[in-house]
């Protein structure tokens, strides 16, 4: 077992102003632009720990996130659309279905390893979406309409606002809590060597398969409260391989296969995100055409750069002002 | 469906898969001799469609003839992102060589997006339209046209490796990079010049490509997941084989195309593509195990 770091008075205080910032922005802050956009930083962090479990700590680099989280948000619509139900009760289904999905072709997919795992799960995406575009019970390029909540929009946002900040809490505590479990360290082991960790006892299969399972239920009840937000979803929009390309980029900027990585690699790469936007809009470098593109090209380069300087991220980068403690 | 109509969707399948197997020659050659596998691969060749466009465009230049100027062109490039990128990676993780290669096919998609935007394109060269009778069957000329590029630049790529002392050394990097240094070869040159001309091919076959089919930017990802199909039905790093997967893969397609209701196909082909990585991936691993 690894002796859990300690940690000093300083990030405790600054973790609880953080939060009594975040939740008082969502009980008091009137321009709902700000909350919209927090609660995307929200989202995108409970996704990008999701991920971060098999990604980050067991190395397997998972390129269709997207596919749990449509499949979760793809729950939401028919059962919605179809019968009705509440997001309270079609959120968690929407993971219960996204990890039985991630069951029948994601374990499978565990067989491969390296880099044809992650040509595999590519693959799979794509799959999804030529699916959810063709079985008669998606309604394809149609899309699904979900009645919003009865609430006024403001009222609406702020249950987003904090739910999604909630279970962003809850996974990202948990991500810390299994850091430091020997399932963490099991998970680690495959990462660095499969074949000794097998050697050495650790069960692998079982080790990926749980952290496949527990990644895909989050990403799709992340998913399934999704479509009651947005009110609308279509194929293309939910299974999108930038989602799943936006995941690993926010996981890789904050340092994957840590708990505090997406902490920090999620509002670094909204806020460049929204800096690009704004920027170049205000500078009208391509016209009036909306520079998406644009700032993909500069998420590219990010990827190329980090993955050529910094493979540990940001958490990389500080860790020797921390003292490495736990290094023998 | 009347067998001549079968008959046409196979030999259109035979000139598809000719096309395919120079798509995916590249991805085969890059990954059985040095072991990387190359994401950003259908980006170049969705550049080589736009160059051969550029050059129809801007010099009247037909694509055979752009065909031959993007080999040494992209033969450049592909040099450059092996000094520039993979060297760098080679030394630390596969995982960070295969992220490389993703933000570079990030870069290069969107860039070429801001260039020629999202609209679809079509090679405007008029003979590709004019329609042939090849044994009583009808052809278009483009595709004719591509598919003899492909056959002879998969011609003489065997040859290369087959005959040439060149040929030789990238084979004896394949089999023992760590031998190969002991004989002499200088592993890094040669490496780069397997990544060259892996590039290269890819380019020409997204000319090939251009011939028949429309193209847009962003949706070249469709050629990665269909290299990958040839590559692992053909295994790794020899042409011939990649060769008779590119023609076995066209013909599924072709068939598929005739028998299934269209909107299947590619559901069809992306669960092949699926099923055979996950059976074979491993056999696909041990050869690049054997590789490194």
Same mark, same amino acid.
């Given at each position: 077992?690894?002796?859990?770091? *300690?940690?000093?008075?300083?990030?405790?205080?600054?973790?609880?102003?953080?939060?009594?910032?975040?939740?008082?922005? $969502?009980?008091?802050?009137?321009?709902?632009?700000l909350?919209?956009? @927090?609660?995307?930083?929200?989202?995108?962090?409970?996704?990008?720990?999701?991920?971060?479990?098999?990604?980050?700590?067991?190395?397997?680099?998972?390129?269709?996130? &997207?596919?749990?989280?449509?499949?979760?948000?793809?729950?939401?619509g028919?059962?919605?659309?179809?019968?009705?139900?509440?997001?309270?009760?079609?959120?968690?289904?929407?993971?219960?279905?996204?990890?039985?999905?991630?069951?029948?072709?994601?374990?499978?997919?565990?067989?491969?390893?390296?880099?044809y795992?992650?040509?595999?799960?590519?693959?799979?995406?794509?799959? !999804?979406?030529?699916? &959810?575009?063709?079985?008669?019970?998606?309604?394809?390029?149609?899309?699904?309409?979900?009645?919003?909540?009865?609430?006024?929009?403001?009222?609406?946002?702020?249950?987003?606002?904090?739910?999604y900040?909630?279970?962003?809490?809850?996974?990202?505590?948990?991500?810390? *809590?299994?850091?430091?479990?020997?399932?963490? +360290?099991?998970?680690?082991?495959?990462?660095?060597d499969?074949?000794?960790?097998?050697?050495?006892?650790?069960?692998t299969?079982?080790?990926?398969?749980a952290?496949?399972? %527990?990644?895909?239920?989050?990403?799709g009840?992340?998913?399934?409260?999704?479509?009651?937000?947005?009110?609308?979803?279509?194929?293309?929009?939910? =299974?999108?391989?930038?989602?799943?390309?936006?995941?690993?980029?926010?996981?890789m900027?904050?340092?994957?296969?840590t708990?505090?990585?997406?902490?920090?690699?999620?509002?670094?790469?909204?806020?460049?995100?929204?800096?690009?936007?704004?920027?170049v809009?205000?500078?009208?470098?391509?016209?009036?055409?909306?520079? +998406?593109?644009?700032?993909?090209?500069? =998420?590219?380069?990010?990827?190329?750069?980090?993955?050529?300087?910094?493979p540990?991220?940001?958490?990389?980068?500080?860790?020797p002002?921390?003292?490495?403690?736990?290094?023998? | 469906?009347?067998?001549?109509?079968?008959?046409?969707?196979?030999?259109?399948?035979?000139?598809?898969?000719?096309?395919y197997?120079?798509?995916?020659?590249?991805?085969?050659?890059?990954?059985?001799?040095?072991?990387?596998?190359?994401?950003?691969?259908?980006?170049?060749v969705?550049?080589?469609s =736009?160059?051969?466009?550029?050059?129809?465009?801007?010099?009247?230049?037909?694509?055979? %003839? !752009?065909?031959?100027?993007?080999a040494?062109?992209?033969?450049?490039?592909?040099?450059?992102?092996?000094? @520039?990128?993979?060297?760098?990676?080679?030394?630390?993780?596969?995982?960070? $060589?295969?992220?490389? %290669?993703?933000?570079?096919? @990030?870069v290069?998609?969107?860039g070429?997006?801001?260039?020629?935007?999202?609209?679809t394109?079509?090679?405007p060269?008029q003979?590709?339209?004019?329609?042939?009778?090849?044994?009583? =069957?009808?052809?278009a000329?483009?595709?004719?046209?591509? +598919?003899?590029? &492909?056959l002879?630049?998969?011609?003489?790529?065997?040859?290369?490796?087959? *005959?040439?002392?060149l040929?030789?050394?990238?084979?004896?990097?394949?089999?023992?990079?760590?031998?190969a240094?002991v004989?002499?070869?200088?592993?890094?040159?040669?490496?780069?010049?397997v990544?060259?001309?892996?590039?290269?091919?890819?380019?020409?076959?997204?000319?090939?490509?251009?011939?028949?089919?429309?193209?847009?930017?962003?949706?070249?990802?469709?050629?990665?997941?269909?290299?990958?199909?040839?590559?692992?039905?053909?295994? %790794?790093?020899d042409?011939?084989?990649?060769l008779?997967?590119g023609?076995?893969?066209?013909?599924?397609? +072709? @068939?598929?195309?005739v028998?299934?209701?269209?909107?299947?196909?590619y559901?069809?082909l992306?669960?092949?593509?699926?099923?055979?990585?996950?059976?074979?991936?491993?056999?696909?691993?041990?050869?690049?195990?054997?590789?490194?």
């Amino acid at each position: 077992m690894v002796e859990p770091a *300690r940690v000093g008075r300083g990030p405790v205080v600054g973790a609880a102003a953080l939060l009594g910032l975040a939740v008082g922005i $969502g009980l008091w802050w009137e321009g709902l632009g700000l909350l919209s956009t @927090l609660t995307n930083v929200f989202l995108f962090l409970l996704l990008t720990q999701a991920w971060n479990l098999l990604g980050g700590y067991g190395g397997y680099l998972n390129l269709a996130m &997207a596919v749990f989280f449509g499949v979760g948000a793809y729950t939401t619509g028919i059962l919605a659309y179809g019968w009705g139900l509440s997001p309270l009760l079609t959120a968690p289904l929407g993971g219960v279905v996204s990890v039985l999905w991630a069951a029948a072709v994601g374990v499978p997919s565990l067989r491969v390893r390296g880099p044809y795992f992650a040509v595999l799960t590519m693959i799979l995406g794509f799959l !999804a979406q030529v699916l &959810a575009y063709n079985v008669p019970w998606t309604r394809g390029a149609m899309g699904i309409y979900v009645s919003p909540l009865p609430w006024d929009r403001r009222t609406v946002e702020q249950f987003f606002y904090f739910t999604y900040m909630g279970l962003a809490l809850v996974v990202t505590g948990l991500t810390a *809590r299994i850091q430091s479990s020997r399932f963490g +360290a099991a998970l680690v082991a495959v990462r660095e060597d499969e074949l000794a960790a097998a050697i050495l006892g650790v069960r692998t299969t079982w080790v990926k398969v749980a952290a496949l399972l %527990l990644g895909a239920f989050w990403a799709g009840v992340a998913g399934g409260l999704y479509t009651q937000r947005i009110g609308y979803i279509e194929p293309t929009g939910v =299974f999108s391989l930038d989602i799943s390309v936006d995941v690993v980029l926010m996981a890789m900027v904050g340092g994957a296969g840590t708990w505090q990585g997406p902490l920090l690699g999620v509002p670094l790469v909204m806020l460049v995100a929204e800096l690009l936007r704004v920027g170049v809009v205000h500078l009208g470098l391509f016209g009036a055409r909306i520079p +998406a593109e644009f700032n993909r090209v500069v =998420f590219g380069g990010i990827l190329v750069l980090i993955a050529l300087y910094a493979p540990d991220g940001l958490m990389g980068l500080l860790r020797p002002f921390r003292g490495r403690r736990l290094r023998v | 469906m009347t067998p001549a109509l079968l008959m046409e969707a196979m030999v259109n399948g035979v000139f598809l898969g000719l096309v395919y197997a120079l798509v995916s020659v590249g991805l085969s050659l890059t990954l059985g001799v040095l072991g990387i596998v190359n994401m950003a691969h259908s980006a170049f060749v969705m550049l080589g469609s =736009f160059f051969a466009l550029e050059l129809l465009r801007g010099w009247g230049i037909p694509p055979v %003839l !752009a065909a031959l100027v993007a080999a040494p062109v992209f033969f450049g490039a592909g040099a450059a992102v092996h000094r @520039l990128l993979l060297r760098r990676t080679a030394s630390t993780s596969e995982a960070m $060589g295969l992220l490389v %290669l993703f933000g570079l096919l @990030l870069v290069l998609e969107n860039g070429s997006i801001l260039m020629w935007t999202t609209d679809t394109r079509v090679l405007p060269w008029q003979p590709a339209q004019a329609v042939l009778s090849v044994g009583g =069957f009808r052809v278009a000329l483009g595709r004719l046209v591509a +598919a003899g590029l &492909a056959l002879g630049m998969i011609g003489s790529l065997d040859l290369l490796l087959r *005959r040439t002392l060149l040929g030789k050394v990238v084979r004896a990097v394949g089999q023992n990079p760590d031998a190969a240094t002991v004989l002499g070869v200088d592993v890094a040159r040669i490496s780069m010049v397997v990544v060259g001309a892996g590039t290269a091919t890819a380019a020409m076959g997204g000319v090939a490509l251009a011939l028949m089919f429309p193209f847009a930017p962003q949706e070249h990802l469709r050629w990665l997941a269909w290299a990958f199909l040839v590559v692992v039905v053909g295994g %790794l790093g020899d042409v011939r084989s990649t060769l008779l997967a590119g023609l076995l893969v066209g013909q599924l397609e +072709a @068939l598929a195309g005739v028998l299934l209701p269209f909107q299947y196909v590619y559901a069809v082909l992306y669960a092949f593509l699926a099923l055979t990585l996950i059976f074979r991936g491993r056999g696909l691993q041990s050869a690049q195990e054997r590789v490194l």
